[in-house]
Nanobody
Framework: QVQLVESGGGLVQTGGSLRLSCAVS????????MGWFRQAPGKGREFVAA????????YYADSVKGRFTISRDNAKNTVYLQMNSLKPEDTAVYYC????????????????WGQGTQVTVSS
């Protein structure tokens, strides 16, 4: 059974930073492509960032490019999302996802999802 547990969300002011973590258990971490999605109140889930099996392959939504950075620590079975220069429109529940193929991650149809962590950016 694969489990993904997000942490690191919270309340931050505009321009602030947060780092989200997603700990993965139950599956060989290095065999996962990883990603982050978010869902704001009243909106659908949207892609934020993804990381291929090789950490050299990263993907970002245009809305977060240059502000957010996805990374992984295989020794800790953890993927991170460093979020800088946060804006009120970044307010959402952030979900971690894992799967065997980056294409599935990017399409939002990957196999495994966490429970989400709330990020609130005040203006």
């Amino acid at each position: 059974q694969v489990q993904l547990v997000e942490s690191g969300g919270g309340l931050v002011q505009t321009g602030g930073s947060l780092r989200l973590s997603c700990a993965v258990s139950g599956r060989t971490f290095s065999s996962n492509a990883m990603g982050w999605f978010r869902q704001a109140p009243g909106k659908g889930r949207e892609f934020v960032a993804a990381l291929g099996l090789s950490s050299g392959s990263t993907y970002y939504a245009d809305s977060v490019k240059g502000r957010f950075t996805i990374s992984r620590d295989n020794a800790k079975n953890t993927v991170y999302l460093q979020m800088n220069s946060l804006k009120p429109e970044d307010t959402a529940v952030y979900y971690c996802t894992a799967g065997g193929r980056i294409a599935a991650i990017l399409a939002g149809v990957s196999d495994y999802w966490g429970q989400g962590t709330q990020v609130t950016v005040s203006s």
